[in-house]
């Protein structure tokens, strides 16, 4: 084999190593991931469904900003801002 070749398959060897090692704890330290499948069921019992939208960039922009400035999430805002709108009408 060619030197390069050598090389190479030590630099996918290190890659393959370094996937498989466990991320250090101190990163992790006192956070806990929950799979995509709890998350799921803990929003179904709070009574959420997903519901996707597509928006302009700009409102979408000015939603966002609005989150931020109440420090609220983003889900709560659009709660909060489709609530209004439908009591107007």
């Not at 030197?3 to 992790?28: H, N, S």
């Not at 519901?51 to 805002?77: G, H, I, M, W, Y």
Request: no cysteine; hydrophobic share 40%.
């Amino acid at each position: 084999m060619k030197k390069t070749d050598l090389e190479k398959l030590k630099g996918l060897r290190i890659a393959g190593e370094m996937e498989r090692t466990a991320t250090p704890a101190r990163y992790g330290k006192g956070s806990v991931l929950e799979s995509r499948r709890e998350r799921r069921k803990r929003e179904q019992a709070l009574g959420l469904v997903p519901f996707a939208v597509k928006l302009d960039a700009e409102l979408a922009k000015r939603v966002r900003a609005r989150a931020e400035e109440r420090a609220a999430s983003l889900d709560d805002t659009v709660a909060e801002l489709l609530t209004k709108g439908l009591d107007a009408r």
